[in-house]
């Protein structure tokens, strides 16, 4: 695995557009992105345009989290959907 790959963010868009341009900036860049969540998503997007990048020919992009929108987007966008209403009424136990 190539830790140089790997951002953390703080979840908003323009982390997402940061992080994700340092990326496809580098010398060997990455051919897809995962991002987090969906703010960040959008801001991977705008950096994989702002260099006139086409997802998905020039760079794989693949969300997490339910981005009802992802659809609208051409081509459109691959999302990994989480189930939050379910996860949250979820009861976590630390015993």
């Known amino acids: 695995m190539r830790k140089d790959l790997i951002r953390g963010g703080d979840f908003k868009q323009e982390s997402g557009r940061v992080l994700a341009g340092e ?3 580098l010398k ?3 051919t897809a992105l995962f991002v ?3 703010l960040m998503t959008v801001g991977a997007l705008a950096a994989v345009h702002q260099r006139d990048l086409r997802v998905p020919k020039d760079v794989a992009l693949v ?3 339910d981005l009802p929108w992802a659809e609208a987007l051409d081509p ?3 999302v ?3 189930p939050a209403y379910e996860v ?3 009861r976590w136990s630390c015993s």
């Open 23 to 25: 990326l496809l900036d």
């Open 36 to 38: 987090c969540n969906n």
């Open 63 to 65: 969300g997490f989290d």
């Open 80 to 82: 990994v959907r989480q």
């Open 76 to 78: 459109p966008l691959t």
């Open 28 to 30: 060997k860049p990455p």
């Open 88 to 90: 949250g009424k979820q």
